[in-house]
Structures are given as structure tokens and as C-alpha cells.
């Protein structure tokens, strides 16, 4: 089991910038993927941003490509989220999870979560 806890989020202007970060611990041995989801009110839950853990492969969704970079400077201990050029429509839950295969593969599964991040962007 992993447990993993957001920080970071607030109240942004559109066009600011915010960072999130997930600390992660317990058994991270066998953690192939970290990644970002968010929820917006009425909405089903979205992957914004994934890492591979082991060669450091990015990818993001194309809502946020360009202005969100995800990044793990501590080896399946921490991953961030550097949010830069905020929009109302991000605003959002943001939820860390860990994936126990490849972020590309089909079949990963996210088995661990964050309890979740608010992130409220203003117009």
C-alpha cells in the first residue's frame, strides 16, 4: 500500500501559476507510474499529467499540454505539478495517484490515492 498526500492547491488569478506536490510513502517499490487526475463539479475524473517513474516519460492531456509540467526531482518519493497560465475551467479537485504499470499502457491501475487537492482559478 501507498499513501499519498497532496499540498499546494489554492486560489489562483487566470494566468497565475501554482504547484502541487504529492509525497508519497510506504511500499513504493513496485510503482510504475505517478499521476495527476482532477474532478470539476458534474464532471467524470480526467488524467491531466502522468510520469513514468523508471525513465521519466511524460505525458499530458491536451487541455493542460503546454502550461502544466509534471516532474519526480525525488525518485518515487515526490511528484509535483508546476501549473503555470491558469484558466477557469482548471478548477478542480486534483487527486495524486500511483499506477502499477507504464502511465501508457491500457492497463495500468491506479490502486493508491491522495485524498485530494482544491484548486479554484478565478476569471
Known amino acids: 500500500q501507498v499513501q499519498l498526500r497532496e499540498s499546494g492547491g489554492g486560489s489562483a488569478q487566470a494566468g497565475g501559476s501554482l504547484r502541487l506536490g504529492c509525497a508519497a510513502s510506504?511500499?513504493?517499490?513496485?510503482?510504475?507510474?505517478m499521476a495527476w487526475f482532477r474532478q470539476s463539479a458534474g464532471t467524470e475524473r480526467e488524467r491531466v499529467a502522468a510520469i513514468t517513474t523508471r525513465g521519466g516519460h511524460t505525458y499530458y492531456d491536451d487541455s493542460v499540454k503546454g502550461r502544466f509540467t509534471i516532474s519526480q526531482p525525488d525518485y518515487r518519493n515526490t511528484v509535483y505539478l508546476q501549473m503555470t497560465s491558469l484558466k477557469p475551467e482548471d478548477t478542480a479537485i486534483y487527486y495524486c495517484?500511483?499506477?502499477?504499470?507504464?502511465?501508457?499502457?491500457?492497463?495500468?491501475?491506479?490502486?493508491?490515492w491522495g485524498q485530494g487537492t482544491q484548486v479554484t482559478v478565478a476569471a
Open positions: 495517484a500511483a499506477g502499477d504499470l507504464e502511465c501508457g499502457s491500457w492497463h495500468v491501475k491506479y490502486k493508491d
Open positions: 510506504g511500499d513504493t517499490a513496485d510503482v510504475e507510474c
